[in-house]
């Protein structure tokens, strides 16, 4: 079961370079979110999508894009990358609204990105 | 506003020790609790989570943890602790399974 997909694992960027962090999930689930994790700082919340053509801003939404065109698939972008983005990035999705909502995050394996 | 915090960022145990990790949360509505566990260079996963009803939740692992909400506390514990055990945990709080609000985290040494 693929679950939910981050790609790259990895990636080395120059300050000012763009990029895009892809995040793909195959449970259906209409909730998906990106959080920034770093040191000593847990988790914060960058976006989050409640479905398909629908986003919204979390804790730290500065210097990032997402997009939601399709229920599988929400990636977050870095239009001017910055020092102050390096972090390691975890895609993550739930049920959505209703009954089937549990409030349970499924978690990717994270993105590991250095700005330079 | 909501927050989490969590006492102590490495707490560290013997094995078959008791393991507590605390988590104190503010939430100005009554709040959905979470404990959820990294293992290195993986994603979160769930351990536990409180949503309504009793207020003493089992997760996997063994893990338990107990809401009281005169202490908006919501702290994390197992009676015995299993090498397997290390990693670090995360409390994570939220209103409306939309924005979800975790702590600093907390690493779990197991000592043999």
């Known amino acids: 079961n693929a679950g939910v997909t981050q790609t790259p694992k990895f990636q080395v960027l120059k300050t000012g370079q763009s990029m895009t962090l892809q995040c793909a999930q195959d449970m259906n689930h209409e909730y998906m979110s990106w959080y920034r994790q770093d040191p000593g700082m847990g988790l914060r919340l960058i976006h989050y999508s409640v479905g398909a053509g629908i986003t919204d801003q979390g804790e730290v939404p500065n210097g990032y894009n997402v997009s939601r065109s399709t229920t599988e698939d929400f990636p977050l972008r870095l239009l001017s990358a910055a020092p102050s983005q390096t972090s390691v990035y975890f895609c993550?999705?739930?049920?959505?609204?209703?009954?089937?909502?549990?409030?349970?995050?499924?978690f990717g394996e994270g993105s590991r990105l250095t700005v330079l | 506003a909501q927050s989490v915090t969590q006492l102590g960022s490495h707490v560290s145990v013997s094995e078959g020790a008791l393991v507590l990790l605390r988590c104190n949360y503010s939430?100005?509505?009554?709040?959905?609790l979470f404990w959820y566990v990294q293992y290195p260079n993986q994603g979160l996963q769930l351990l536990l989570k409180?949503?309504?009803?009793?207020?003493l939740v089992k997760g996997i692992n063994g893990f338990e943890a107990e809401f009281k909400k005169s202490e908006t506390s919501f702290h994390l514990t197992k009676p015995s602790a299993h090498m397997s055990d290390a990693a670090e945990y995360f409390c994570?709080?939220?209103?409306?399974?939309?924005?979800?609000?975790f702590g600093s985290g907390t690493k779990l040494n197991v000592k043999p």
């Open positions: 409180y949503t309504t009803g009793a207020t």
């Open positions: 993550a999705s739930s049920y959505g609204g209703g009954a089937a909502n549990t409030g349970e995050l499924f």
């Open positions: 994570a709080v939220s209103d409306n399974f939309n924005k979800f609000y």
């Open positions: 939430s100005s509505v009554p709040p959905y």
